[in-house]
Structure formats: structure tokens, C-alpha cells
Nanobody, 115 residues
Framework: QAQLVESGGGLVQPGGSLRLSCAASGSIFRIRTMGWYRQAPGKERELVASITSDGSTDYADSVKGRFTISRDNAENTVYLQMNSLKPEDTGVYYC?????????WGQGTQVTVSS
């Protein structure tokens, strides 16, 4: 059964960094485009970054130059390196396919950027 488990969130000061991980079960993820999404308090979930199976990436304008998405297909893991974090980056971060599949939403990992 396919499953996605996010980790790596936490509380960080503005300007700080975090690295999120998404462990995927099931080899199908190796050939699929994956995305990191976030949901800020009171807002809809939005796509932050995506990466194809061969490593091509795309980013939301709000995180370009600060976030880097990567993947390790051998380990079925997708990462999101977040640098120069801002308070507006606060939210719950999820990984999923891109386009997402509703049944695959996991618990997410909370990121809080605050001094």
C-alpha cells in the first residue's frame, strides 16, 4: 500500500534553515513527479516545489532561490531544503505526487518560523 511520511519540521528563527524529508513506500514513486505542498493557517494548500523522476525542478515564486527540492530514487525519498526562512513560510508541509492524489495525503510536518 502506497504511503508517504513527512519529517524534519520544527521551530526556527527567521533566516534559519530546515531540511524536510518524505519517505515513500512503493517503487511507483521512482517514476512519478513528486511535489512538496504547504498549508498556512487559514489558507488553502499550495504547491511549493516539484521534481520529475529525472530531476527537473520547479518552484513557486515565493520560494525561488531559497528552497531546493531533491530526490533519492534508490531510497524512495524526496527532500526539501529550506533556507532563509520567513515567517510567511509557516505552515504544515506535505509531500504528494504532482498532480496530487487525495488518498496519499499524510500527516505532514509542521514548520514554524518565528523569533
Amino acid at each position: 500500500q502506497a504511503q508517504l511520511v513527512e519529517s524534519g519540521g520544527g521551530l526556527v528563527q527567521p533566516g534559519g534553515s530546515l531540511r524536510l524529508s518524505c519517505a515513500a513506500s512503493g517503487s511507483i514513486f521512482r517514476i512519478r513527479t513528486m511535489g512538496w505542498y504547504r498549508q498556512a493557517p487559514g489558507k488553502e494548500r499550495e504547491l511549493v516545489a516539484s521534481i520529475t523522476s529525472d530531476g527537473s525542478t520547479d518552484y513557486a515564486d515565493s520560494v525561488k532561490g531559497r528552497f531546493t527540492i531533491s530526490r533519492d530514487n534508490a531510497e524512495n525519498t524526496v527532500y526539501l531544503q529550506m533556507n532563509s526562512l520567513k515567517p510567511e513560510d509557516t505552515g504544515v508541509y506535505y509531500c504528494n505526487l504532482y498532480p496530487y492524489r487525495s488518498a496519499l495525503w499524510g500527516q505532514g510536518t509542521q514548520v514554524t518560523v518565528s523569533s
